[in-house]
């Protein structure tokens, strides 16, 4: 790599957005490049410069309220404007039951627990933007990626050719650990594999359930426990489940 | 209401002026009610954030059409922006806190950042202050993401030369050394 083309991949390292070759490529090149790695250091002290004194607009609250006044007048009683309002309204009842369903339990089982965790990973996964650390259809890029950053080597399956290309992956946090998520898609549907290890224990069939709309489902399996959420189809996510358990199984 | 800061964020640095941000919000929030079959749920932001630098753009066109363009050219070399904002100036001057020292370089990063050509502001404010991938903000910007790259690094480079910045010694990235 030269000076000429580290000048705008420095920006793309920055943020986070090259492939790990040109990641390689770019620590090299800064490493034997002192004029680029000035310009490194003052981007990267720009950037965090601007993320902490730019000013963030919010909404004010006139806003809030005029955006909200106009809205139904707009769309009256049209059935499209539910979509939206629905969303907000079965949030606001999952958490309603996601309330009652904790007091009545008060003490829930592990399952139960990380079955909440694990749906909320996966919302939470959608609606903060954060889906990915690393987006990689390649399981031989995504791989060394994750196992760079956990304490064990999970398994990266590659299920293209069955219909489930793998997306990419990033690092989450279920049950007090740093766990591993892999993200694949299926016609536009997000499936979350989150993957840990677990005390050696035997391996579990698959047990699956539903919760808010999401299809869960789980099993253990080398010494790891897997498991996979998404609003796919139940028939295609069955499949999909059963795909990641054969390929775990094979791989041992 | 879902994405409201960021909606709006987004069209006040756009507009660089509240009211004109807050008429542009509530015409992007009805255009994306109209076409609601266009929402992916979990993309709703960069979904939504598309309509509104749309809504941005039509305005600016109609009111302000010298901005559009001003000081914007992905090949040309790197120039002088456009002027400050006396907009933001204002905004921040009416704070009693905006008095103190250290807020003087938060004032000039933010007249710095207002004063960026828009194709090169409205990147910059997609990736620092909404976080969006290289992808989302080639989606909302219509552009190959190569070009989002290049266009921040433009855009950083812009506001590493402009002058204000340069002469405040205080902020690291005013450093420019060439």
């Known amino acids: ?252 | 209401m879902p994405h409201l800061d960021a909606a709006y964020n987004l069209a006040r640095w756009l507009t660089r002026n509240e009211h004109d941000a807050q008429d542009v919000v509530q015409d992007a929030y009805l255009r994306a009610f109209r076409f609601f079959e266009g929402f992916r749920g979990g993309e709703g932001r960069a979904w939504l954030l598309t309509i509104v630098r749309h809504t941005c753009y039509s305005w600016l066109e109609k009111n302000r059409p010298a901005e559009v363009s001003a000081g914007f050219d992905d090949e040309a070399p790197a120039g002088a922006g456009a002027g400050f904002d006396p907009d933001m100036m204002a905004a921040e001057g009416g704070n009693p806190e905006a008095i103190a020292l250290q807020n003087a370089h938060r004032r000039i990063l933010n007249q710095a950042i207002a004063a960026l050509p828009l194709g090169f502001r409205e990147v910059l404010i997609l990736r620092e202050l909404e976080d969006l991938s290289y992808k989302e903000i080639a989606r909302v910007v219509d552009v190959p993401v190569g070009t989002v790259m290049s266009r921040l690094a433009r855009a950083r480079k812009l506001l590493r030369q402009s002058a204000p910045l340069r002469a405040m010694s205080g902020l690291p990235a005013a450093e420019v050394k060439q």
């Open chain 1, 1 to 252: 790599m030269n000076c000429r083309d580290a000048v705008d991949l420095v920006h793309g390292y920055i943020d986070g957005e090259l492939d790990l070759v040109k990641c390689l490529e770019i620590e090299q090149h800064l490493g034997a490049c002192p004029a680029c790695k000035v310009q490194f250091d003052q981007v990267r002290e720009l950037g965090s410069g601007i993320r902490s004194h730019a000013v963030y607009h919010a909404a004010p609250p006139a806003l809030r309220a005029r955006v909200a006044a106009a809205l139904p007048r707009e769309s009256g009683s049209d059935a499209r404007a539910w979509g939206w309002r629905g969303t907000a309204a079965a949030l606001a009842l999952a958490t309603l039951l996601g309330l009652g369903f904790g007091l009545a339990l008060l003490q829930p089982g592990t399952e139960d627990r990380l079955a909440r965790e694990v749906v909320a990973g996966h919302v939470r996964s959608l609606m903060a933007d954060h889906l990915m650390d690393i987006a990689s259809s390649d399981q031989h890029t995504v791989k060394p990626w994750i196992a760079g950053k956990l304490d064990f080597s999970p398994p990266v399956m590659d299920l293209a050719a069955q219909g489930y290309p793998l997306a990419g992956g990033r690092l989450d946090y279920l049950d007090g650990r740093s766990v591993m998520a892999l993200v694949y898609r299926r016609h536009g549907h997000v499936i979350n594999l989150f993957v840990w290890t677990q005390a050696p224990e035997a391996d579990s069939g698959v047990r699956s359930d539903s919760r808010q709309g999401y299809n869960v489902a789980h099993f253990t399996q080398a010494g790891m426990a897997f498991w996979a959420v998404s609003d796919l189809n139940p028939e295609e996510f069955k499949a999909f489940v059963g795909l990641v358990r054969d390929q775990v199984a094979s791989a041992r």
